[in-house]
């Protein structure tokens, strides 16, 4: 099974929940033993140097974003005009919604769509109404 992380995983690994960390790092954890090939947008980057500078500092960021590119059965998908395009349509799409999608949030389900992830996981629970692609919230 082909699953895409959002960047929601990765923040929850890093929270001070312990019962999203938990959550969150059983997905990786199947993506580290081949159970599951996980997939990202390389936008994840920017949201998450963003966020975990803010909270631990700019070298904690760097650790963490190598630490992502180092995982194993993890592909890193590049930002394409194409899939730009799409997050754009989808957003669009999606904004009769009562979540405020972000142009991130588009450009994460366009990336999924477009790859053909199986499923879309993610701890926000503004996803819940996406009918484009099987969403699935821990």
Known sequence: MR???DTFVFMDLLSDNPEFAKKALGYLEKIKSGEN????SAALFTELA?????????????????????????EIIPLTSE????A???RSKLIKYQKKFTYFDCIHLATAIGEKCDVFVTGDRGFRDVADIKVEIY
């Open 3 to 5: 699953i895409y992380l």
């Open 37 to 40: 090939r996980g997939c990202i």
């Open 50 to 74: 963003f966020h975990i500078k803010r909270r631990k500092g700019a070298e904690k960021a760097s650790e963490i974003i190598y630490y992502i590119q180092s995982l194993p059965n993890l």
């Open 83 to 86: 899939i730009a395009q799409a």
């Open 88 to 90: 754009g349509l989808l």
